[in-house]
């Protein structure tokens, strides 16, 4: 049924749409600016405050990034380790999800429990660095995925998921023999397509753009990942190295610093339009019963 908006209704719809509209494009403006930042000369970085197109556009910037080792590595330490992090950590998550969703599990309120209060309460800092320490997790890119392995948010909202899908489901497939594992690899995994793509992008995400973990678990610099080069660069465009560019050219240390901005955030925004269409379905599927 059509439903018909009063005049005041209309007016205060449009002076929403005007309203998000405005803070859509000032919170793109930031974004514009360094996206055309590294296109621009130094000389005209420093000259003029803002804009959105460059008067002089160059790929000079890139063209050095994309010439020096240091980058590179950093470039494809952060994408392993984010595809293989993000893997485990959907993995061990739905692992854990699936069996707490079976209300006659012995154990299961306290495995609950639990969970919340891991979801409340954290080691902090200096406990966690402690124990990744005493497990020789050090210099390792598993200190960078394993001790958050299982987010206990996504935890109870996949698991919530997999509570409310109908019993029916597996009881017809145990009847024709299917085991646990099978229930779940081949009838509720195609199910939770939302779910999972869902908390893939936030795994991925907070993997790709984790700087604390690296800070405190990798002291060698050749392991270091695009977010900690970033930051190194965005003090000095210098630790980037020469690699195959002439040791005489000077280069544009204002538009590398956008350039490696732009780098390190455009896979990300690349990423999400493929999981938009299951992302708003996926926060609200399973978030509502305990």
Known sequence: ???????GGRIFDAANYVFLAAIGILAMLPLVYVFAGSF??????TRRPFFVWPEQFTTAAYDYIFATPTFLRALITTVLV?????L???TLTVTMAY????RGLTGRRLILNMVVFAMVFSGGMIPTFLLVKDLGLLNSYWALILPAAINPFSLIIIKNFFQDLPTELEESAKVD????IGILWRILLPLSKPVLATFALFYAVGIWNDFMSPLLYLSDNSMWTLQM???????????LGTGNVDPTYVPPEQGIKFAVIVVATLPILLFYPFLQKHFAKGMLIGSVKG
């Not at 621009?40 to 970085?45: K, M, P, W, Y």
């Not at 984010?82 to 993000?86: E, F, H």
């Not at 069996?99 to 079976?102: D, E, R, S, T, Y």
């Open 1 to 7: 049924m059509k439903v018909y908006n009063t005049t």
């Open 40 to 45: 621009a000369t130094d000389a005209e970085i």
């Open 82 to 86: 984010t595809v293989v992090g993000t």
């Open 88 to 90: 485990i950590q959907l």
């Open 99 to 102: 069996p707490l969703a079976k």
């Open 177 to 180: 023999g299917a085991t646990e």
């Open 229 to 239: 080069y970033l930051r190194q660069v965005t003090a000095s465009a210098d630790l």
